[in-house]
């Protein structure tokens, strides 16, 4: 018998996990699957990429195989690629994230056999054993996610829906992390019900996240937040109860690979490229090394904790100076953590738990 988990009503079944993206995600592609395989058992897992028709097919594969060597990883079955044309989405919104790739959520209810389908946007990072997540499911609705960050509830997003808004107070998902009960879905014809709402919905403001919780409005577990930490510039929602989250989603325009904030959750991500040689803009690096060889600094000096009321004092923007300051001292108080969790996944430590290169 194949070596696979256990589903949550007590029989067997592989998981499927599924990344959609286009070319400009190439490089976070690598680092989330990279991560994922490094802590999880790949036996159990059937992966699917999902990627934009008018791309070719053998530069997903190539950057999957590399990430495969790099790891000394094998699959007995490499991922399925499933080609997206954005062209069937166009009548949604792609303002925030500039593509229509992030609707190959949709498509995969379409093209993947497995009955549980946990997807995963590219800018998440895996640390631990993602199994949890499906332990945690019970079953009873056909979706499962994480609250979001920005907005918890319907009415702070700002969509109309025929022209109404939505009632206060409804619960709002983050759909960076979403896992999907397939044989729930066609039963409740989440898919007919997504199909029919294009035209009625306006000023969707996070694109399939948008639609996905209106389709799903009142039809979804929530999960615990350890399951899609979501951080973003001044908001470090990396660690719970002292651990390191199984899943960190780096939401907003300040991503890692961009000109994110020097805080714990950018630090480890960058530590996991490094590891799977995805190259970092050189300047943004010395930028960290500065960034932590001050609060390596302050840290020595006891200086700290007045810094940080010296930013708060006269910063332009102290709210967010303050925030990185703490999350330097957050990163300091849980640096032992994370350089375990580096070993864990096989990766050497920096020599200084405060220094990237």
């Not at 009503?9 to 499927?16: C, F, I, Q, V, Y």
């Not at 025929?162 to 979403?178: C, D, H, S, T």
Request: net charge neutral; hydrophobic share 35%; proline share 4%.
């Amino acid at each position: 018998m194949e070596n696979n988990h256990t589903r949550p009503d007590g029989s067997e079944s592989k998981l499927a996990v599924v990344f959609s993206l286009d070319e400009q995600y190439l490089d976070p592609f690598s680092v989330a699957l990279g991560s994922l395989l490094m802590t999880n058992d790949v036996s159990k897992i059937e992966f699917y990429v999902f990627y934009d028709a008018e791309s070719s097919e053998r530069l997903f594969s190539d950057r999957v195989n590399s990430t495969l060597e790099k790891l000394q990883i094998s699959l007995k079955a490499g991922p399925t690629y499933i080609s997206v044309d954005a062209k069937d989405y166009s009548a949604y919104e792609s303002t925030c994230t500039g593509s229509h790739m992030t609707y190959g959520k949709i498509a995969a209810l379409k093209h993947v056999k497995e009955d549980y389908i946990l997807c995963l946007d590219c800018d998440c990072l895996i640390t631990g054993d993602i199994f949890g997540l499906l332990q945690e499911y019970r079953q009873e609705l056909p979706c499962a996610a994480v609250t979001d960050l920005r907005s918890p509830t319907h009415d702070k997003e700002g969509y109309t829906i025929n022209g109404r808004k939505p009632e206060n107070n409804l619960q709002y998902f983050n759909a960076g992390v979403l896992l999907f009960n397939r044989k729930r879905c066609k039963t409740d014809e989440i898919l007919v019900h997504f199909n029919q709402i294009a035209d009625q919905v306006e000023g969707a403001r996070y694109d399939d996240q948008t639609y996905l919780n209106i389709v799903f409005n009142k039809q979804w577990q929530r999960l615990s937040p350890k399951w899609n930490a979501q951080t973003s510039d001044g908001r470090t929602q990396a660690f719970y109860d002292s651990q390191i989250s199984p899943i960190i989603h780096y939401i907003g325009k300040r991503k890692p690979w961009l000109s994110p904030t020097v805080n714990a959750a950018n630090y480890l991500w960058l530590n996991y490229a490094r590891a799977l040689e995805i190259q970092v803009d050189e300047g943004f690096s010395k930028q960290l090394s500065r960034s932590y060889f001050f609060a390596r600094f302050l840290s020595a000096t006891k200086l700290l904790d007045s810094a940080y009321l010296l930013y708060r004092w006269i910063g332009k923007d102290y709210r967010r100076s303050a925030g990185r300051l703490r999350d330097i001292r957050n990163l300091k108080n849980h640096s032992q953590i994370l350089n375990e969790k580096l070993i864990d996944s096989g990766i050497a430590p920096p020599r200084d738990p405060l220094s990237l290169y």
